[in-house]
């Protein structure tokens, strides 16, 4: 029975609770009744879809007794989702919650439930570790717990000792205020409920209560890494970064970006060294050399667009190719192609595609690039065979070609393309097959690990991810205009270093046939090569791949010397188009990371909204 004015409601989320549930009331219902009036109290079972016999109980018990009630979801909601659901409900002006195991001692209740309702403080919360009590915690419950409340307290700037102890009360209209700016509805939430009560000045009381766990533990991967781990990232950068970010502070951060990037080429790119090479070289062709790499940038903006459109995202080519310009920027100075992330901030703050979305269109056009690059490495390598030339390039794997850094780093670079590129075409053959499939293991596999609520969350994310690389996989017309545009791109990447070829003395006695197939085939390599971040000898594997296979399909005439020249200013070129191109991008569409990420905080949330969508 609801009652419309009560003076605490003690809300008790439950989930699959059946052998504790009725207990879990009745000693509640007891406790209360030792220090308020009769009237003064209702109990709430705030049941999270539970597939046992709880939500019997609790009607049960609702229809026994008029200070108990019961709320049902169907589905599971998140802790969070039950207690805000349940809260709203309640008639309590102090709201309080407990977990439904009981593990805080119940002689804490009355201290928990006073210092909101008589001493005035907007939030209360039992704790484990300040001095005072007595907790028995096992290892695999404190090391973790200790572990997350340090990272709360040095990223998110809180002054409390322990987030997540389940035994909880707080003013109604506090809560009511915090509750829409909580965005996690899990078990992130009491945490994040604390955080943002002390960044808003509100009362908050932390005291020692004796806690003795009951049953196993529950922590998981799914949610403890998943997503307790995320909503920490999450919540520091809404709180610490993004209120600190605006248009100039976006356009500073960006041009430092380019700057970092200029300052770490010579790390890899000998600055004496380029000069040295360009001094024997055409200056006409090398500056021709970067107009032909100019052209390939509007066409990554085409595929790229049409990867977008083919999962459902509308957006411009002008656009498209400055955000690709940002992250290529960004992949000089961040390792591991991390500089790709922020593309998938760009396009989520700007255009509003979620983040799995716009991560899995990276990792289409990733896979696109590794099957062209591997195809055009494969077709010259079947006409050396065709053409009898295989000789040279047995010779060059075996060391006869170049000695010394070269040719270490080279043998090294062709054998890792190699693997790269086998890896690539398996790649396409699984995802192409699986697109055949209409089963989805994703959410099974995870449960297999985790029963947690996060599990539905988690297994979303990567659904989407997966389901759109599928969805471009699936269609005939599109991976056909996909692939082509991307042979055409990687076409114009190989003509930029003939061009540099044509810039050194050496390639003029080579036909024009071979002269491209030696192009194709050593650009190609060393791009598989530089997938992976090893560099024998200080060595790019790029420059050691490029030189390698010139060297052994060339005449003597052109050289080890030469060929080396001609990789370190073909690679110079394309870094020097790539930074100018993405400096000019941040101050053309005033966009960078910091901005990007600051503003994508703002968005509305595109799973549910999705305005771009076709």
């Excluded at 055009?376 to 390598?381: D, Q």
């Excluded at 052109?558 to 993405?582: M, P, R, W």
């Excluded at 000019?584 to 901005?595: P, R």
Aim: charged share 20%.
């Amino acid at each position: 029975m609801s009652r419309e004015f009560v003076e605490v409601s003690v809300v008790l989320p439950a989930y699959n609770e059946a052998a504790t549930i009725r207990t879990t009331v009745e000693t509640t219902l007891d406790a209360l009744a030792a220090f308020l009036p009769p009237d003064a109290f209702e109990v709430i079972v705030a049941e999270d879809g539970c597939e046992d016999e709880t939500p019997e109980i609790a009607d049960e018990m609702a229809a026994a007794d008029d200070r108990v009630r019961h709320f049902h979801a169907d589905e599971r909601l998140g802790r969070g989702g039950a207690l805000e659901r349940a809260f709203e409900a309640s008639a309590g002006e102090t709201l309080v919650y407990f977990d439904t195991d009981m593990a805080t001692d119940m002689r804490h209740l009355e201290e928990l439930v006073e210092s909101v309702r008589t001493e005035g403080y907007d939030v209360a919360t039992g704790s484990r570790w300040i001095a005072g009590r007595e907790a028995d915690r096992p290892a695999k419950r404190g090391v973790p717990s200790r572990v997350f409340n340090g990272l709360t307290r040095l990223f998110l700037r809180s002054d409390l000792q322990d987030h997540q102890c389940g035994f909880k009360a707080f003013d109604r209209a506090a809560l009511l205020e915090l509750m829409p700016v909580v965005q996690d509805q899990h078990w992130f939430w009491d945490t994040e409920v604390l955080v943002k009560a002390q960044r808003r000045g509100m009362r908050v009381k932390e005291f020692p209560v004796d806690w003795e766990p009951k049953g196993d533990t529950k922590v998981d991967l799914v949610r403890d890494v998943f997503g307790m781990g995320s909503q920490i990232v999450r919540t520091w950068w809404e709180l610490s970064v993004s209120p600190r970010v605006n248009r100039r502070v976006g356009i500073v951060a960006g041009t430092l970006l380019t700057l970092v990037a200029i300052g770490l080429m010579p790390l890899y790119l000998d600055p004496g060294e380029v000069l040295d090479k360009m001094a024997g070289a055409d200056p006409a062709l090398v500056a021709a050399s970067a107009v032909v790499y100019l052209l390939s940038w509007p066409l990554r903006g085409v595929r790229y667009r049409d990867i977008l459109s083919e999962i459902g995202y509308d957006s411009d080519v002008g656009f498209l190719t400055g955000a690709i310009f940002i992250s290529q920027t960004g992949n000089l100075v961040f390792p591991a192609r991390a500089g790709d992330a922020v593309r998938a901030y760009v396009v989520k703050a700007r255009r509003g595609i979620p983040y799995p979305s716009g991560f899995a269109s990276l990792a289409v056009e990733r896979v696109f690039d590794l099957l062209t690059i591997t195809m055009l490495a494969g077709s010259v390598l079947i006409a050396l065979v065709a053409t009898g030339n295989a000789a040279d390039l047995q010779a060059a794997l075996a060391g006869e070609a170049a000695s010394g850094d070269v040719g270490q780093s080279g043998q090294t670079a062709v054998y890792l393309a190699a693997v790269v590129g086998i890896l690539a075409i398996g790649s396409v053959v699984a995802i192409v097959a699986s697109a055949r499939t209409d089963g989805n293991r994703i959410e099974a596999a995870l449960q297999s690990i985790s029963s947690d609520s996060y599990v539905g969350y988690v297994a979303g994310v990567l659904e989407q991810f997966v389901g759109d690389i599928q969805r471009v996989a699936s269609d005939g017309r599109a991976f056909s205009v996909i692939a082509g545009s991307s042979v055409v791109i990687w076409t114009l990447d190989v003509l930029t270093a003939v061009v540099v070829m044509r810039a050194f003395g050496g390639f003029d006695v080579l036909a024009l046939p071979w002269l491209l197939a030696v192009a194709f085939f050593a650009v190609s390599v060393g791009n598989l090569a530089k997938v992976l971040p090893l560099t024998p000898g200080g060595v790019g594997l790029y420059e050691g791949a490029f030189t390698l296979l010139v060297v052994a399909l060339t005449p003597a005439s052109v050289g080890a010397e030469v060929a080396l020249a001609v990789a370190v200013v073909d690679h110079f070129v394309k870094n020097v188009v790539t930074v100018v191109g993405g400096l000019g991008s941040m101050l053309v569409l005033n966009v960078s990371l910091t901005e990007a990420v600051a503003e994508s905080a703002d968005e509305v949330d595109p799973a549910e909204s999705e305005p771009a969508k076709q």
